[in-house]
Each structure stands twice: as C-alpha cells, then as structure tokens.
C-alpha cells in the first residue's frame, strides 16, 4: 500500500485554484508563553521569503510587506515555494502556469530570480509538472526538483544550473520509481522519499551520481514506521531536522503536527522527536516548517498566517501582519 500512493505524499490537493479555503484564526497553542511581540520579533531581524496570495515576498519577519518580489505576468499564474541560496543571493521558485482541481495535474516553470529582483530566468517550460525546488549545499549552488511521470504518476528528482535553459535540466534518478526530494546536505546527498526497486518505501539520504546509479541508505526513524514525514528540512548544521508528521499511509494534509528532532547523518537516522505545533491535531492546515538563520528557530505556516517558534524557550507567535494567505515561509540563506 505504501508504494503505491508514495508518489502522492508530497502534494497537498487545495481545491480549485490551488487555495485553502478560509479558516477561523484560533489560537496556536505556545503564541503566548512568553508574550512577545511583533516588535520583539522584528528587532531579530530575521528575513524571509514566502507566498502571500500568489506572489513572492522578501521580508523581516513581524513587519509591513512592500512591493512583492515576483508578480506573474498572466491572469491566473501564482508563484509558489520560495528556496533560498546558501550564498544569500538567489531565490528558485515554481510559477503555476495551468490550474487543476487536483495539484499533480498542474503545469509549472522552476524559476531563479535574485533577491534584489533582478536576473529571473525559467529552467524548466511549463509543459511538466515541476515541484518543490531547492538547492544544494554543496557549494556548487544547483537547483534541484521534483518532475511528475506522466506515464505512471510518480515523481523523479531533476537538476539543472543557474543561467541555464529550459531543455537542458537533467535526471538524477530513474523514471521507473519514485523518488521525491527535500532537502540537501553539505556532502552531496539528498534526503528522499522513495519507492525503491530494491529497498521498498522508506527515507533515505541518496548519492546522486549523474549518468550511473545514485546510492541509497535507509534513514532509521520510529515515527516513519506508523505514518508520513513531509516537507522535511534539515537545519544548517544538519544536527537537526524538522518536518510533518501524520499517522497512518492515507494522505491527509489537514490536522498534521509539526516536529523537530535530532539527525544523525553518519547512521542515518531521525531521533527525539518533539511535537511543536498542532501536537492535538486540531482539523487546520500546519505545515511548510523551515529554518531560519542561526538555528534559533522555524517558521511555518498555519493556515492563513505565519509562525515562529523560538527553540530556546519553546514559546510561538505570529509574525505575520496582514489579512492573507499566507504560506511557505523560507529562511535567508537557508535553502530547505
């Protein structure tokens, strides 16, 4: 049963036009222990980048937003999934071009834009289902995503570089199983969700190997054995991980606790586990957690506002100012 829904555990279906309907704003459990406010929070100056109605915003967390980063060009087109550079100058992204009820029917462009706005380019042509960009962190600064099969459902982790043209981005894995990408390592690996010809469904950190076989090591993880992690990011130390987290195989995005536990690349292995947000799980859309520079914290998303949690004194509050929707907040210089 896992192998065969695999490919769907990285997708939220939104409904029509990609949006969440409108939630009740009810109180984040830990927003208020201690009280800190959005001053307290905008003298940290911690910049990030997210989507806030179908465009790309640069900002310090807790204040005003000016003029959005990205705008598309045509009616209907939303920009999604802000990744930030390791090198703290570009941004990669994904433009929906064609709409669908269902998400894995969407048609996408991977895009690069640099923070100040200037150098966008597209890597990929919106003729694929191209999602979930980011970088690595191996110093050669490559865009990396997941690109759908159009045959058989599943999704295989593609590469390209910046300055490059649609047509030229390369596999990194093979079409004929599954394999999602989430976030990269200092080494070269990836850590993937797959469906392995040979190991079965799990976590693994692979080994690209452009042109050969990539490697695979299984990541030990108790919480893996009863239900899915999602959007997983490892922190800039790659000490720790944050991720979703739903019990049971059936996907479900609604009513997911946020964790974040210890990681041990050399085993591998995903220990400690510690709920953070929605640990109830209360019927409402938490998700996207990232990092934020220094390791202090995570932003995330809880529809339709954004969130901090500070890891020091385990306290949460709101950083987001307008009446929006909100989502995929990403970190400055912390790609996923």
């Not at 087109?77 to 570009?90: L, N, R």
């Not at 976030?183 to 080994?207: N, S």
């Not at 490892?234 to 991720?243: A, D, G, H, M, N």
Request: aromatic share 12%; net charge positive; glycine share 8%.
């Amino acid at each position: 049963m896992r192998t065969s829904v695999a490919w769907t555990l990285a997708i939220a279906v939104l409904g029509m036009n990609g949006r969440v309907r409108a939630q009740p704003q009810a109180p984040v459990p830990g927003a208020d222990k201690p009280a800190r406010s959005l001053k307290d929070v905008a003298a940290l100056h911690l910049r990030c980048s997210y989507y806030k109605n179908g465009k790309i915003y640069v900002n310090v967390l807790g204040t005003p937003e000016g003029k959005p980063l990205t705008v598309p060009p045509e009616k209907g087109w939303e920009d999604f999934k802000p990744s930030w550079s390791k090198t703290g100058d570009m941004i990669v992204f994904f433009r929906r071009v064609k709409n669908d009820p269902v998400v894995t029917n969407w048609k996408t462009k991977i895009c690069v834009i640099n923070v100040d706005g200037t150098g966008f380019h597209e890597l990929s042509d919106g003729t694929h289902t191209d999602f979930n960009q980011t970088w690595t962190r191996d110093g050669t600064n490559t865009p990396i995503w997941n690109r759908k099969n159009p045959q058989k459902g599943g999704f295989c982790v593609m590469k390209s570089k910046v300055g490059a043209k649609p047509g030229e981005e390369v596999e990194l894995t093979d079409m004929t199983h599954h394999t999602w990408a989430y976030t990269c390592l200092m080494d070269g690996r990836i850590l993937v969700q797959c469906a392995h010809p040979e190991q079965g469904w799990g976590y693994f950190l692979m080994k690209p190997d452009p042109g050969g076989k990539p490697g695979y090591r299984r990541i030990d993880c108790e919480l893996a054995k009863k239900g899915l992690l999602d959007r997983v990011s490892l922190s800039p130390s790659e000490k720790k991980v944050c991720f979703e987290y739903q019990t049971g195989f059936k996907y479900n995005m609604m009513g997911r606790t946020l964790y974040v536990a210890d990681f041990d690349a050399d085993k591998p292995a995903i220990t400690n586990a510690k709920a953070f947000a929605n640990a109830e799980g209360a019927k409402r859309w938490f998700a996207y957690p990232r990092w934020v520079k220094g390791e202090t914290a995570i932003v995330y998303h809880a529809s339709p506002s954004l969130y901090l949690y500070m890891l020091a004194d385990q306290s949460t509050v709101q950083v987001s100012v307008d009446k929006a929707d909100y989502r995929y907040p990403h970190g400055e210089r912390q790609p996923k």
